[in-house]
């Protein structure tokens, strides 16, 4: 380095003395020439000498070397620490350093397919059951469980080992994960209001709750009115995937959350018990889409029912039985003229028809359908019809009398007092006993 400063120096030194020797070159008086002398820039005359004036000698310029310069010192600069990378909790969307980011979204495949979700319904409340309609207005729970091995994360980092999520913060982090597109597909029209809670396990079980207000649809069987059971039906059905890769289960964890709440009170019904059940149904090309049945079971109390309906059916099984009953024969002829009965069997037959306008206005579902009611309406009209026949053959016309004598018709119209009403009430009792069964 010494070297290198010295001939850095020199050369320094000799470049500003040509520069300094050049200038004052430049800066030496050129003689003038008088009037009549020749001068440098004009040629000499022939045979003329040329007059010669050296320039005066100009002192040399001395070179002094520039002064050496120090070498600078190189310090080296002091060895800076690495930085410390931040550590973070892990969490289920960190990205790992050998593998590509994956799409959380997506069906999740770390335990092979199908992926199984576990379905529970729970029965917060039960409004109002409507068997015309065929709707129900209720308040459920469902409760979806299914493992993602993508969402694990250490057992420190959330205390208890479980993340619980609700209402908008649960809709979020929904968003940014996959979770089972299931419908409630007998919903009649939009839900009143529907809340999400989510809970992340750290061994990467989810747990999915959806609350539900709403009116739903279901079928509803009248045929054992009004002693009848309704299975208040919940239709959970799988859209988009088929049960090849999306399978709906339960076990007995989930049928113990399946019930309905205690205190629940229904009006003229008495709740009872929540069966699951797995319905799949057909889907395009083939496949199945998985389905579940959540139906809670409830019974009508029929008393009321019994009071209203049934008594006044059985009591207009009367009417033609008094076309009978208020006759009687006296010296081989009836006491009591046909025109009169007939009379009371037309009255019967009107009322029977003002019970059955009532009964179809109260009840529309029963007139579209066989069930009690109308099988003993059925019975009232058939007992009327053959009340008309009995009253023109035996008492109008005499036929029996005629045909057969006095003695078999009086024999047949004292067999008719009792066997008629027999038959008549003990099929209405049989029916009944039918749909109680």
Do not use: C
């Amino acid at each position: 380095m010494k070297r290198f400063a010295l001939v850095s120096a020199l050369l320094l030194a000799v470049v500003l003395a040509f520069g300094l020797a050049a200038k004052s070159q430049a800066q030496v008086p050129r003689p003038v020439p008088k009037t009549g002398e020749p001068s440098d820039s004009s040629p000499a005359s022939p045979g003329e000498p040329q007059l010669i004036v050296p320039a005066p000698p100009t002192e040399p310029t001395a070179i002094v070397p520039a002064p050496p310069t120090e070498p600078t010192a190189i310090v080296p600069a002091p060895p800076t620490e690495p930085p410390t990378p931040s550590v973070e909790p892990p969490s289920a969307t960190a990205a790992q350093p050998d593998r590509p980011v994956e799409d959380l979204t997506k069906l999740p495949l770390a335990k092979g397919l199908p992926v199984v979700v576990r379905v529970a319904v729970y029965f917060a409340t039960v409004e109002e059951i409507d068997e015309n309609e065929g709707t129900f207005d209720a308040t459920i729970d469902l409760r979806l469980r299914w493992e993602d091995p993508r969402l694990r994360y250490p057992d420190g980092d959330v205390p208890g080992g479980m993340l619980e999520l609700r209402g908008p913060a649960a809709e979020a982090r929904l968003a940014t994960m996959w979770s089972p597109q299931l419908s409630l597909a007998n919903l009649v029209d939009e839900p009143k209001r529907q809340i999400h809670g989510l809970r992340l396990w750290a061994n990467g079980d989810v747990e999915l709750m959806v609350r539900t207000i709403a009116k739903f649809a279901t079928p509803i069987d009248l045929s054992q009115f009004p002693f009848d059971k309704q299975q208040l039906r919940v239709e959970i059905l799988s859209l988009g995937e088929d049960v090849d890769r999306l399978f709906l289960d339960f076990r007995q964890r989930d049928l113990d959350f399946s019930r309905v709440a205690k205190g629940v009170e229904l009006e003229e019904w008495r709740p009872g018990l929540v069966e699951l059940s797995l319905a799949p149904v057909p889907g395009w090309h083939g496949e199945a889409q998985a389905r579940v049945y959540a139906s809670l079971e409830v019974a009508r109390l029929p008393g009321r029912t019994v009071a209203a309906v049934f008594i006044p059916l059985l009591a207009s099984l009367l009417i033609p039985m008094l076309a009978l009953w208020l006759n009687s024969v006296e010296e081989g002829g009836f006491k009591v003229e046909a025109f009169e009965l007939a009379n009371i069997v037309i009255g019967g037959l009107f009322a029977v028809v003002a019970l059955n306008f009532t009964i179809s206005s109260e009840y529309p579902a029963l007139a579209g359908s066989d069930n009690t009611v109308t099988r003993l309406l059925t019975l009232n009209y058939g007992t009327l019809a053959v009340a008309v026949v009995m009253n023109l053959v035996l008492f109008r016309f005499d036929l029996v009398k005629r045909i057969f004598g006095r003695s078999p018709q009086e024999a047949l119209f004292r067999y008719l007092m009792w066997a008629f009403p027999t038959l008549v009430f003990g099929t209405a009792v049989a029916m009944v006993l039918a749909s109680m069964a």
